[in-house]
C-alpha cells in the first residue's frame, strides 16, 4: 500500500509539472514529459529528505561520582581523611530521600535531542524534574568556608557549591567558591582547568573536568542500519571518543567479563577527581 501511495503521487507530480512545461513554458511534448519526470524525481527526493531524519536518537543517562576526597582535600576544603568521615557520618541521619549531592553525586537522563542540537530535554534524577540543558549547580553542605567582617563584626558562612554545566566542548565539572578565599589557598592547591572569576558576585568557577561530548555520540544511529556503520562508522566514532578521553584526562573502567549472566554494563570512565557512567535506556 506504501508503495503504491509513492508511485500514485510521484505520477500526479510528474503530470502536474507536465501541465505547467507544456501549456505554461511552451515547451514540446516530449521535453514536457522528460522534465516532469526529472522535476517530480527530484522534488520527490527532497520530500523523502526533509520528512526522514537521517539519525535516530536513543536516551540514555548519565550519573556522575565525584571522588570527594581527593577533591576536598586537594582544595584545602578539609583538613584530613577524620574530617571527611565525620561529614559522611551525619548523611546517615538524613533521610534517603533527601538529595545531598556529596552523597548522591549527579544523575540525569537525556531524554530527546534534535539533529540539530538545539533542542533538548533532560530529566534530573536527583530533582525529579526536567531541564533544557545541563546546568546544575548543588550547595556541598556541610562544606562551607566562614569569613569575618571585622567592620561589622559579623560572621559570613558560605557553602560551596558543585557544578555541571554544558560548555563548548563538553560538560564542564567543578566547585564554586569565594574568589577571596580561592586567592588565599591557590598556590598550594592543584592548577585547575579553568578559573571564570565573576567579580559581580566574588566568586570564581573552578573547572576541574570536561566530559567530551564524543562520548555520546553513540546514542546516535543512522535510521536505517547496516553492517559498514556498525564496522567502519561506528569504530570513528569510537576512536573520537577514545582520543577525547586521552586528551581530556579520562580512562576507560573495563568490567568483568559476565556475558554468561546477561549483565549490560554501562560505560564507565575515570578521571583523578570523578567517576562517570552512562548507557543507554
Not at 78 to 86: D, F, G, Q, V
Not at 96 to 101: D, G, K, L
Not at 145 to 168: N, P, T
Not at 245 to 255: C, P
Request: glycine share 4%; proline share 5%.
Amino acid at each position: 500500500m506504501r508503495l503504491i501511495k509513492a508511485v500514485l503521487g510521484y505520477l500526479f507530480a510528474a503530470a502536474f509539472f507536465y501541465l505547467i512545461l507544456a501549456y505554461v513554458a511552451g515547451f514540446s511534448t516530449g521535453q514536457s514529459i522528460v522534465l516532469a519526470l526529472l522535476v517530480a524525481w527530484f522534488a520527490r527526493g527532497i520530500e523523502n529528505a526533509a520528512a526522514k531524519p537521517a539519525r535516530r536518537f536513543s536516551p540514555y543517562y548519565v550519573r556522575v561520582y565525584p571522588k570527594w576526597f581527593e577533591i576536598l582535600n586537594d582544595f584545602k576544603l578539609i583538613k584530613n581523611p577524620e574530617e571527611w568521615h565525620a561529614i559522611q557520618n551525619t548523611f546517615e541521619e538524613l533521610p534517603s530521600a533527601e538529595y545531598r549531592v556529596l552523597r548522591n553525586g549527579v544523575c540525569f537522563t537525556v531524554v530527546h535531542q534534535s539533529e540539530d542540537f538545539e533542542r533538548t530535554l533532560i530529566y534530573s534524577d536527583n530533582w525529579r524534574t526536567f531541564f533544557s540543558e545541563v546546568d546544575f549547580e548543588e550547595e556541598m553542605r556541610p562544606i562551607k568556608i566562614e569569613e569575618r567582617e571585622q567592620r561589622l563584626a559579623r560572621l559570613f558562612e558560605y557553602y560551596v557549591r558543585f557544578l555541571m554545566k554544558s560548555g563548548d566542548k563538553g560538560y564542564n565539572l567543578g566547585i564554586i567558591v569565594p574568589d577571596w578565599w580561592w586567592d588565599e589557598v591557590k598556590a598550594s592547591c592543584p592548577t585547575p582547568l579553568e578559573e571564570d572569576k565573576d567579580y559581580p558576585t566574588g566568586q570564581v568557577k573552578l573547572i576541574l573536568a570536561t566530559i567530551s561530548f564524543r562520548e555520546f555520540d553513540l546514542y546516535w544511529e543512522p535510521m536505517e542500519r547496516s553492517i559498514s556503520f556498525y564496522e567502519k562508522t561506528a569504530k570513528q566514532i569510537r576512536d573520537r571518543r577514545d582520543e577525547q578521553r586521552k586528551k581530556l584526562g579520562w580512562k576507560a573502567v573495563e568490567h568483568p567479563d559476565l556475558s554468561e549472566l546477561s549483565i549490560a554494563w554501562p560505560d564507565s570512565i575515570e578521571h583523578k577527581y570523578f567517576n562517570v557512567e552512562h548507557r543507554a535506556i
